[in-house]
DNA sequence: GGACAATTGTTGTCGTCAACAACAATCTTT
DNA sequence: AAAGATTGTTGTTGACGACAACAATTGTCC
């Protein structure tokens, strides 16, 4: 039993089925309430917006920032290693690199071990730039901070602290 | 102060620049760490996937889900109203419901009311495959509550609430 | 009442992103 | 040495969001 196919307050019609409802009217959810996808979803939406309009007057995305951080503090790594590390495709990191290397952020050095696989590298430029672009991810960490309380925020990272 | 230019180990080198790393040593991440974002959007990911998975023998995604939810608890909507109630545009509305209604589960009803718009409504058809999904989703969602425990789950929802 | 602005559904384009598949070069295993 | 696995790369597909344009219709304002 799982409450299924619970039936909604149908409102009033207009003969021929379309609802008369005031703009302000909100509109029901049903079984949405209660899907933490759902929820989730719409938090993860507010939050990348918010994170690539605070970093936009540098022009560094999410995913940007992560492989960064990741090659900041790990530096040599393959890109095997960092997608893995992220979760996200080898093949689509390449195009992620590509355009950080062409900013002069990072650079591929081939390995003498290996000659297979790079070891990833910040430039120079590439460190100072995370230092800065850090300061703004704290920023932003501050909206989210104001957007859903801080402690639950606190508490929202306790939870999820094993997803990495 | 953001404890910005953190250095973590930079581990052992070898000559070029390639970093010694058994298979199993796990690779820091920083200030990825402490990012709500992040820590987000890996949860998304893992929903979302075992929700295609749990929902792939009817063939049902979430977007479509919350579509037939929606209009299932509202019938008689308009596509306008369901796209602002979802935050999807109804420009990308347009396609889903062009599937939902090809698999004969929805149909678009021309209003009287207002000959621009289409009062939405779930076909019989529609309404008892809902029901099926919605089985399906409350298993889901068990998969979830199993990932990250019952009342982490439920904390979770409470935080995300006027999230809708 | 009639001109003008706004809304609704639709079509199309563009860019992001995940999921695959294939490939050459290079290890690794046996 | 041969077979198999791994690494980086290229390309394709499909879901998705953001826009822009358009015809049909409705609402507003004078």
Redesign the pocket.
């Known amino acids: 039993m799982t409450s299924s196919a619970a039936q909604t307050s149908p409102r009033k019609r207009a003969g021929n089925g379309a609802v008369q409802r005031s703009d302000s009217d909100e509109v029901g959810l049903d079984a949405l309430v209660g899907h933490a996808g759902y929820a989730v979803r719409r938090l993860q939406i507010w939050i990348f917006?918010d994170f690539i309009r605070t970093l936009g007057e540098v022009d560094i995305?999410?995913?940007q920032y992560s492989v960064l951080t990741v090659i900041g503090a790990n530096p040599g790594l393959?890109?095997?290693a960092v997608?893995k590390r992220l979760g996200?495709?080898?093949?689509?990191l390449?195009h992620l690199?590509?355009s950080l290397e062409r900013r002069r952020y990072v650079k591929?050095v081939k390995s003498k071990t290996?000659?297979?696989?790079?070891a990833l590298h910040l430039t120079a430029q590439g460190a100072t730039a995370l230092a800065k672009f850090k300061r703004l991810a704290a920023e932003h960490e501050r909206h989210v901070e104001a957007k859903i309380g801080r402690e639950n925020r606190q508490h929202l990272l306790r939870i999820l602290a094993d997803f990495t």
Chains 1, 2 share one sequence.
């Open positions: 917006q995305r999410p995913t393959s890109q095997m997608a996200i495709e080898r093949a689509r390449v690199l590509d591929r290996d000659r297979r696989s790079h």
